[in-house]
């Protein structure tokens, strides 16, 4: 719908609702939504993050439900990392009435430190009715008594309002794609979290983990285009204890982790038959606890050279609406061996058995739709196998190579002919990833690249495409360092052609790939007091017309058709930071 707080990630050739497969984590704990909605960017601290990495491969066995692709990870910036005080500030404007602001303050005394941050931002959008504002305030509370205790308590609030455009004809996607499908759907979304993280070393050998935390958040939907109204509550409390327990000699290291995963998801469904919510129409609870225990193993040998890695997971899930319920009980295993060589470069081999259960609103009809369980709805299970190395022997290049297969069996998917989702033929994912990194002193080049291969391998679509998913994407980001601290950067990105969701039988045109190019003209100022930048950003520098992703719709004799989600158009933006 062409706003950030809608925004969706995938990874591995995963198609509709592949931001399930995607795990997002910040500082460890999961993000992930019970439900098909996407993750919830809103509600991250953007203005504390300190970096974020990205996982590729299947990590069930460690994390559970979910983590069959990849994931995320958020690392947020420590109470009082920097001793003393600190602070900064970020601001931009942009085009279609873009703006926004960011800060992030933090002090430490000997034992204590206190974080603050916040975010604004608004934007009118480039399409009609893709305007949205995003606000969010969080603070962190740090304890940190030498190396044997650390902890973080932090309680982050948000709220955002978004407008949702809908997909348009490819009549209208070519004459006037900046038009919107709807223009009197929107949602407002508000919640807050609270998170505490500990670690606990009275000795070496041992260490005592705890992650816990609760998330209360509440999505209304105006969809007056469907004459529908929707408020859903969602309260979720989850607690993950863990040990890991070190032993080392001469010869052979070994670190060992066991642990327990508990979550509770409540959702509260209202819908409505009239914008003003004064006729209720439903009012459906769905409860949903899993319980999983895990272990993993890292032998290490040759001076820490040479890595075995294993472990297993059991997880026991019950989902309860209707005075009914449903139970799943998966397993999942991982191992793995990584030679590391004395510059960090590393060669390695994994294989992950990984799963998803069905998301809440997949296994049980609660929004009016209908009501009752899908009870023929079972998860999706998989095995991935993945190869890869990392050279680093070069100060000024570095380059990493995989590639994996991933069979999955019982992948879930919406049916339009059926109107319900459906564990759908089994699947094959394959593909390789590449990175390069080369910098020298007055230039610098960050490039990726994904081949991806993802088919039906059994039923009425053997040998399909999965729709949603191009066969190739590459980006580039070069980088010119001027004198007097300028810099001029360039986003390159390519994205292949893709079926249109849920065209299983790959009838329809496919839509079209795009590149798009962005530039950057930055200047940086480090001084003793302060440090400060300036930049201004061009997106979309040629005003492709592309659309980020489209699915199948219906015209007016009920035929099957392509409709279009068309992304930006070229958006001008100024800004800056400063930091003390």
Not at 214 to 229: F, I, L, Q, V
Not at 265 to 288: A, Q
Not at 436 to 449: E, G, M
Not at 536 to 556: E, H, M, P, Q, T
Request: net charge negative; hydrophobic share 35%; proline share 3%.
């Amino acid at each position: 719908n062409g706003n950030s707080a809608q925004s969706s990630v995938s990874m591995r050739g995963f198609g509709e609702n592949s931001h399930g497969r995607v795990l997002v984590l910040v500082d460890g704990i999961k993000q992930n939504n019970v439900d098909m909605s996407g993750t919830d960017w809103i509600a991250l601290p953007s203005s504390a993050i300190e970096r974020i990495e990205v996982l590729q491969g299947g990590a069930s066995a460690i994390y559970g439900n979910g983590a069959v692709a990849g994931g995320i990870n958020i690392i947020t910036r420590k109470a009082g990392a920097d001793k003393g005080f600190t602070a900064d500030a970020q601001t931009h404007f942009s085009s279609f009435g873009g703006h926004s602001g960011k800060f992030y303050i933090s002090g430490t005394g000997k034992y204590l430190s206190m974080a603050l941050s916040g975010n604004m931002e608004h934007s009118d959008g480039w399409r009609d009715r893709t305007a949205y504002d995003i606000k969010q305030i969080s603070t962190k509370l740090g304890c940190d008594i030498e190396d044997i205790f650390n902890a973080e308590f932090c309680f982050t609030i948000f709220t955002s309002d978004y407008e949702m455009a809908g997909a348009i004809s490819e009549e209208i996607y070519d004459d006037h794609p900046s038009r919107a499908a709807y223009y009197d759907d929107d949602a407002d979304l508000d919640g807050y979290s609270i998170s505490f993280i500990s670690r606990y070393n009275p000795v070496d050998m041992l260490s005592v983990n705890l992650s816990a935390g609760y998330r209360h958040k509440e999505n209304k939907t105006n969809m007056d285009s469907w004459t529908a109204w929707t408020t859903t509550q969602t309260n979720s409390f989850y607690a993950s204890p863990s040990v890991t327990l070190n032993f080392g000699s001469d010869y052979i290291s070994d670190s060992f982790t066991l642990g327990l995963d508990f979550v509770h998801d409540k959702i509260t469904s209202k819908g409505y038959g009239d914008p003003l919510r004064d006729n209720k129409l439903r009012d459906n609870d769905v409860s949903k606890k899993n319980f999983g225990v895990f272990a993993n193993n890292d032998i290490r040998f040759l001076d820490d050279a040479l890595t075995l890695s294993f472990g297993a997971r059991y997880d026991y899930e019950k989902i309860d609406a209707f005075d009914d319920d449903v139970k799943f009980n998966p397993f999942s295993l991982t191992a793995g061996i990584n030679y590391l060589f004395p510059d960090t470069s590393n060669v390695y081999l994994r294989y992950d058995r990984v799963f998803i259960t069905p998301f809440t609103d997949e296994q049980v009809n609660y929004q009016g739709y209908g009501e009752g369980f899908n009870s023929e709805l079972d998860p999706e299970y998989g095995n991935s196998y993945e190869a890869g190395f990392n050279l680093n022997t070069i100060a000024w290049f570095s380059v990493g190579v995989s590639g994996y297969i991933l069979v999955m069996k019982d992948e879930i998917a919406y049916d339009n002919n059926t109107w319900e989702n459906e564990n759908m033929n089994d699947t094959l994912h394959y593909g390789v990833n590449a990175k390069a990194n080369l910098k020298f002193r007055y230039f610098s080049l960050l490039a990726t690249y994904g081949w991806t291969e993802a088919k039906f391998t059994d039923g009425d679509f053997e040998d399909n495409d999965i729709p949603l998913v191009p066969h190739q994407r590459f980006t580039a980001v070069p980088t010119v360092y001027l004198p007097y601290g300028f810099s001029l950067s360039a986003d390159l990105s390519y994205t292949g052609s893709t079926y249109v969701g849920q065209d299983y039988a790959n009838d329809l045109d496919k839509n079209d790939g795009y590149f798009l190019t962005g530039i950057v003209l930055e200047y940086k100022y480090k001084g003793e007091l302060f440090c400060a930048s300036i930049f201004g950003r061009v997106n979309n520098l040629f005003d492709i017309k592309y659309a980020s992703c489209a699915y199948v719709g219906y015209d007016a004799s009920f035929n099957p058709v392509p409709t279009f989600y068309p992304g930006s158009g070229r958006e001008f933006m100024i800004g800056g930071t400063i930091s003390y």
